[in-house]
């Protein structure tokens, strides 16, 4: 199986699934979490050298972060629903969750220095946007965009519709050459509706040093160590995908693939 897709493990004591380290995924800056937990259970976390952006993927529970008491955050029964709600924990601090009931929590994590609060982020400052066109409309919540605060993390959910495209045309992000590009590495955390789906991914570079096609399940997570990465949602099957980016510059410039820049100066 390829290493840049990574599959969910049965849940741990702590409900652990997914655990990608800068040293497990041989890259830098992005670290990635998921955990499922069952109703009473609780989550306990030091962020040490790494800030986090907790998502409630589905499920509520009640919240503390550095030394703060956050009340009940979450309420969405699905990943495919709308109105996310986050934490955001900065470096050096402990965060805690206690699930009101079974959850599904994603813990996002890049370096940092702890500059910045503890908060929570609500539904309602979430920034909501639809790209594209025709078979490449996706739906986009902007979790943790680059206009708020936030030391290295980028964090953003998509929804692409059934047949639809998505993180295309292709294009990458993966050269530190402000202004035109910058250097993220990136994860897609996949979910499938219904999950007895897939999602196709390819990531590749330009000299094709590297190609693959990945054909990922419902609770896959898919490494983006470079190149481009367009994904497809087959007929019958909605897609979700977490992304969480980071790198030397918080900021998200991307270059498009020059073979399929075209079709962006359709009418």
């Known amino acids: 199986m390829s290493k840049l897709l990574v599959k969910p493990s049965k849940p741990n004591s702590n409900g652990r699934i997914h655990a990608i380290t800068p040293a497990s995924a041989g890259w830098t800056y992005v670290g990635f979490e ?16 790494r800030e986090a952006c907790v998502v409630m993927l589905a499920g509520r529970a009640r919240a503390t972060a550095a030394s ?14 709308p109105d996310p709600w986050s934490l955001y924990v900065p ?22 220095e702890g500059k910045l609060p ?13 790209r594209g066109k025709g078979t490449n409309i996706r739906h986009v919540r902007n979790i943790l965009p680059e206009t708020e605060p936030a030391e290295s993390l980028l ?31 990136e994860t897609y955390y996949h979910r499938l509706n219904p999950p007895t789906g897939f999602a196709l991914q390819r990531v590749y570079t330009d000299d094709r040093s590297l190609d693959e096609t990945l ?3 419902d609770g896959d997570v898919v490494l983006v160590p470079k190149g481009y990465h367009p994904v497809g949602a087959p007929h019958g099957y909605e897609l979700y995908y977490l992304n969480v980016m ?8 991307f270059h498009n693939d020059p073979a399929h820049e075209w079709m962006l100066a359709q009418a």
């Open 34 to 49: 998921v955990f499922r937990l069952k109703a009473g259970q609780s989550l306990r976390q030091d962020t040490g050298s």
């Open 68 to 81: 703060q008491d956050f009340g009940i955050i979450g309420g969405r029964t699905s990943p495919f629903e």
């Open 91 to 112: 470096a050096r601090s402990e965060w805690s969750l206690t699930a009101e009931g079974d959850c599904e929590i994603a813990v996002c994590t890049a370096p940092a």
């Open 118 to 130: 503890a908060r929570v982020i609500r539904p309602e400052q979430v920034g909501q946007e639809t």
């Open 155 to 185: 964090v953003v959910e998509v929804i692409t519709p059934s047949g639809h495209w998505s993180s295309y045309p292709p294009h990458k992000h993966d050269r530190d050459a402000l202004p035109n590009e910058s250097l993220l590495e």
């Open 215 to 217: 054909a990922a399940s």
């Open 246 to 253: 980071a790198g030397p510059k918080r900021i998200w410039k």
